[in-house]
């Protein structure tokens, strides 16, 4: 290939133009993405942004040293073999890298709807977040509740609405979920709770109620920002479908990041995983991958979280795990490790114990086996279980 498109500005196509320089690539690049911005990372946008601490996240990259056609504002439409079609044209290319990564879903109703996905949203939002101002929140996932946190810290009245039984259900299941709700201190969290739309001046319920509410801030996931590929000749199903080498079904194609659903070797089923770590780390197999080298995607995924004062970490997925073990106090520091059935160590969740996340992850890494009954005493470093 000797001309590389990049579609996503976001840290995935960025990440790939930086893996395909550092690997000598010396065609040309352009990097389309229909934001405005240069680069930057979204974690901040839900805590340090949000907080108030900062007021931009860009990613530390030099565009002009890495001699690429940066595109902003411009939104690609469509694909067809060779031309990606945009808001501003044609563009030609012999090798594509989609990182369109995702965007949040939305719920019906014509009141005035937040969601925190891009810079500016988190900018629109912090202005919202006054002392006094009741603030509803939709959905307490990892977005729902990193709002909370920081809404609660500006001195809004807070109300969460979740439709599970607990906060973090379908991401980690409603048994660390309940562990979860006594952060929730201070805020009207309502559980079993199911919105019917965002109306002007609140949100109504399915039940009929109505909770009041100056602002409302939806977040209840996110969707891959594909709809562009919709009639091109390439794989979808929840994303883009790639294989162990981020390669697409179309020719010359990659995808990474947050819209990419690769095939796991290590959990032998296909992962679409929507954090940061994925679009820091696939980049570099992608333009292996592009280039024509051998290499595979094969991490053990990992996430973490800022909440209510705490730091929430995870590694691994959790499916590939049968039992489920507690490590330390509720109330306090804990982590949880989910084994296999052969005892192989599937994921760990780790609040306020970054040593076991460390030490999970590298033992997950590796296949190894865990005693269960050394685990359940936190003394006992998870090395030596
Ligand atoms: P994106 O960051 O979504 O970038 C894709 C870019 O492509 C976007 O700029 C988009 O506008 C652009 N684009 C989309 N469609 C088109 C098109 N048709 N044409 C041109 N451009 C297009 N992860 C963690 O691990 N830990 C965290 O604490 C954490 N916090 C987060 C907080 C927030 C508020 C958000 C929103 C995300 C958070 N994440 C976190 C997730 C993490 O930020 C994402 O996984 C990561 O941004 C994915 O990167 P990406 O490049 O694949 O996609």
New binding site residues.
């Given amino acids: 290939v000797d001309n590389v498109v990049v579609?996503?500005?976001?840290?995935?196509?960025v990440r790939t133009v930086e893996a395909l320089r550092g690997r000598g690539f010396g065609g040309r690049i352009t990097l389309?993405?229909?934001?405005r911005h240069r680069p930057y990372?979204?974690?901040p946008?839900?805590k340090s942004v949000l907080l108030g601490e900062a007021d931009s996240s860009f990613v530390d990259t030099d565009l002009t040293a890495l001699d690429v056609a940066f595109r902003p504002g411009?939104?690609?439409k469509a694909l067809r073999a060779g031309v990606v079609e945009t808001t501003e044209g044609e563009v030609g290319y012999d090798g594509l890298v989609i990182?369109?990564?995702?965007e949040p879903i939305r719920l019906p109703g014509d009141g005035p709807q937040h969601v925190?996905?891009t810079l500016d949203d988190a900018h629109e939002l912090r202005a919202m977040l006054v002392p006094g101002a009741r603030v509803a929140i939709i959905g307490a996932g990892?977005?729902g509740a990193?709002v909370a946190t920081a809404a609660r810290r500006a001195g809004c009245a807070v109300t969460v609405i979740e439709a599970a039984a607990t906060p973090l259900a379908t991401a980690v299941g409603t048994e660390i979920g309940a562990r979860t709700q006594r952060w929730y201190e201070g805020i009207d969290l309502r559980l079993n709770t199911m919105v019917r739309s965002v109306d002007e001046g609140g949100v109504r319920l399915v039940d009929g109620e109505f909770v009041e509410a100056h602002v409302v801030v939806t977040g209840i996931g996110v969707r891959p920002?594909v709809e562009?590929l919709a009639d091109a000749d390439i794989d979808l199903h929840n994303g883009v479908v790639v294989d162990e080498h981020l390669r697409a079904s179309l020719p010359n194609t990659v995808a990474?990041?947050?819209?990419a659903a690769w095939w796991s070797r290590r959990f032998r089923t296909r992962l679409r995983i929507?954090?940061?770590?994925?679009?820091l780390n696939a980049p570099e197999v992608a333009a292996a991958t592009l280039l024509g080298e051998d290499a595979v995607y094969d991490p053990v995924p990992y996430?973490?979280?800022?909440q209510f004062g705490h730091m929430v970490q995870y590694a691994g997925h959790h499916p590939a795990g049968e039992r489920l073990i507690y490590r330390g106090d509720p109330e306090g520091k804990w982590s949880a490790v989910w084994l296999a059935a052969d005892g192989a160590l599937a994921a760990v969740l780790a609040v306020d114990r970054p040593r076991d996340l460390v030490q999970g992850r590298r033992i997950i890494g590796a296949g190894h086996r865990l005693d269960a009954e050394r685990l359940v005493d936190p003394e006992v470093s998870l090395r030596d279980c």
């Fill in positions: 579609v996503g500005a976001g840290l995935a196509g389309i993405g229909q934001e990372d979204r974690p946008l839900s411009v939104g690609a990182a369109t990564g995702s925190l996905r990892w977005i990193e920002a562009w990474v990041g947050d819209c929507e954090h940061w770590d994925t679009a996430f973490w979280s800022e």
